[in-house]
């Protein structure tokens, strides 16, 4: 399985970028799909997930900015990110979930300048 990441970037505080992850798989074969990031010089961390039944998580440190979605026509999952901050910047990484093993993407650069 392999995970397809885009849509990272530059972007000054208080933009927005939209992040895309692309499994080779339908996006229907994990229990759980979701982004995580790391920051540097610190542990990745979740940042949002979205379950096969559609229920999801937020960290509080991204609650009403972010919004986690799928798009079952394209095989997409996302990530709107909103109202950016500098604490924001990270290296943000897709993740897939099921039974058979865990995957990543490759990752994406995300830099929330101040």
């Known amino acids: 399985v392999q995970l397809v990441e885009s849509g990272g970037g530059l972007v000054q505080t208080g933009g927005s970028l939209r992040l895309s992850c692309a499994p080779s798989?339908?996006?229907?074969?994990?229990?759980?799909m979701g982004w995580y990031r790391q920051p540097p010089g610190r542990e990745r961390e979740l940042v949002a997930r979205?379950?096969?039944?559609?229920?999801?998580y937020y960290a509080d440190s991204v609650k009403g900015r972010f919004t986690i979605s799928r798009d079952s026509a394209k095989n997409t999952m996302y990530l709107q990110m909103d109202n950016l901050k500098p604490d924001d910047t990270a290296v943000y990484y897709c993740?897939?979930?099921?039974?058979?093993?865990?995957?990543w993407g490759q990752g994406t650069q995300v830099t929330v300048s101040s």
């Open positions: 979205v379950s096969l039944g559609g229920v999801t």
């Open positions: 798989t339908s996006i229907f074969n994990f229990n759980n």
């Open positions: 993740d897939a979930a099921r039974t058979s093993g865990h995957y």
